[in-house]
């Protein structure tokens, strides 16, 4: 099975400081999308970023950046400057040929005042 | 944007009942949909893909019976809990591809569905 694994549970982070949440993930496509999806308590899925995997520059959205390692297979999110408004439950997840979106099993972070 | 609309956002039903759950692209024609279910501090599982015009195709283990799909325009896709029973009991989300080539997806709302 071609899954995405996100290893950590869960994150605390101060505000206006940074945070990195992890990714890896397993595919035996050479073309696919990578993407971090922001989960609030009302659980509206919000897109934060996506990559393209043929693309090697890392993709940046203001505050939200990623750091692609396509080798490794990994797809960390970073948050920098962090907001109150920041905190939500974070899924990764990968798009391929078929369209089918695959999810991690996500990572809840806390943001402190 | 992209939008999606997705009714209702709860329903409660009684057990054996059966429940539709819509999901609406008010801006822009989704071929594809794809289902969603969620259950609490859980990630998102997917139970099938819509496709317009064609059957459904459900993930192994998603009883075709149970949660019937339709999406009979290309606006328009529809999950039906049919004999709804208390394990039934989540948070439903729709989604539909965006875009060719460079796509992306737009996500529903959600239904959160209790069956008492």
């Known amino acids: 099975a071609q899954t995405v694994t996100q290893s950590q549970p869960e994150m605390s982070v101060q505000e206006a400081e940074t945070v990195t949440l992890s990714c890896t993930y397993d595919t035996s496509e050479s073309d696919y999308y990578l993407f971090w999806y922001k989960q609030p308590p009302s659980r509206q899925m919000i897109l934060v970023i996506r990559?393209?995997?043929?693309?090697?520059q890392n993709a940046t959205e203001n505050r939200f950046s990623v750091n692609f390692q396509k080798a490794a297979k990994s797809f960390s999110l970073k948050i920098s400057d962090s907001q109150l408004g920041d905190a939500a439950m974070y899924f990764c997840a990968r798009g391929g040929s078929n369209y089918k979106l695959t999810f991690g099993k996500g990572t809840l972070l806390t943001v402190n005042p | 944007g992209a939008v999606v609309s997705q009714h209702p956002s709860r329903v409660i039903c009684k057990s054996g009942t059966s429940v539709k759950i819509e999901c609406r692209s008010l801006d822009f024609q989704a071929t594809t949909m794809f289902w969603y279910r969620q259950f609490p501090k859980q990630s998102l599982m997917l139970m099938a893909t819509s496709n317009e015009g064609s059957k459904a195709t459900y993930e192994q283990g998603v009883e075709k019976d149970k949660f019937l799909i339709n999406h009979a325009s290309l606006t328009l896709s529809t999950l039906t809990v049919t004999s709804a029973h208390p394990e039934d009991s989540s948070f439903y989300i729709c989604?539909?591809?965006?875009?060719?080539?460079?796509?992306?997806?737009?996500f529903g709302s959600g239904t959160r569905l209790t069956v008492v």
């Open positions: 989604s539909a591809v965006t875009g060719q080539g460079n796509y992306g997806y737009t």
């Open positions: 990559q393209e995997a043929y693309k090697q």
